[in-house]
């Protein structure tokens, strides 16, 4: 679901999956099984940024795991299916996909914020950086695609047929 998804735009060597999980319980008890086969969690990473801003930060729950081959980076984001970081991150995905301008935005914005961290290589910083973008540039224009086309994410086994929250 990361910028590795999405043809033809620049991405770090990183796949970013996302998990549908039934709630943030059931990812902590998939924690020792991801562990297991080679997933080990990150500590302390617990939610996502909200967008908007002003959004409950309590409804952007998620854990990370990484991957112990260090062959092969993959950060493994389980989110409850249908919570509103779930959905951005499915939504953001097919934007990105669907419009050449803004897949050009966001790799701009990318380059940009990767030359504010080019001495200091901060991969926090970096993330920052595409975060005040996020919410205040893309989630905006992401929406209004979202309701210009009629874009729903997959429903996978949701209750109610596909029915999902809303951010």
């Known amino acids: ?8 735009l620049a991405a770090k060597d990183v796949l970013d999956l996302q998990l549908g999980v039934a709630d943030m319980a059931a990812a902590d008890r998939l924690a020792a099984a991801l562990t297991g086969a080679g997933f080990p969690v990150w500590p302390g990473v617990l939610a996502d940024h909200p967008k908007p801003a002003d959004a409950d930060p309590a409804q952007w729950d998620k854990r990370l795991h990484g991957n112990a081959d260090p062959g092969r980076a ?14 951005f991150a499915l939504c953001f995905r097919d934007w990105l996909r669907d419009d050449d301008g803004a897949r050009a935005a966001y790799l701009a914005e990318k ?4 030359r504010l961290h080019e001495v200091d290589r901060s991969t926090a910083g970096y993330a920052a950086d595409k975060e ?3 919410t205040a540039y893309a989630v905006p224009r992401m929406e209004g695609w979202a309701a210009r086309t009629g874009w729903q994410p997959p429903s996978y086994g949701l209750p109610g047929g596909g029915s999902t929250a809303q951010s």
């Open 1 to 8: 679901m990361g910028s590795t998804a999405v043809p033809g």
């Open 74 to 87: 993959v950060n493994l984001h389980l989110r409850a299916a249908g919570s509103p970081g779930w959905r």
């Open 111 to 114: 380059r940009r914020a990767a």
């Open 132 to 134: 005040n973008w996020l």
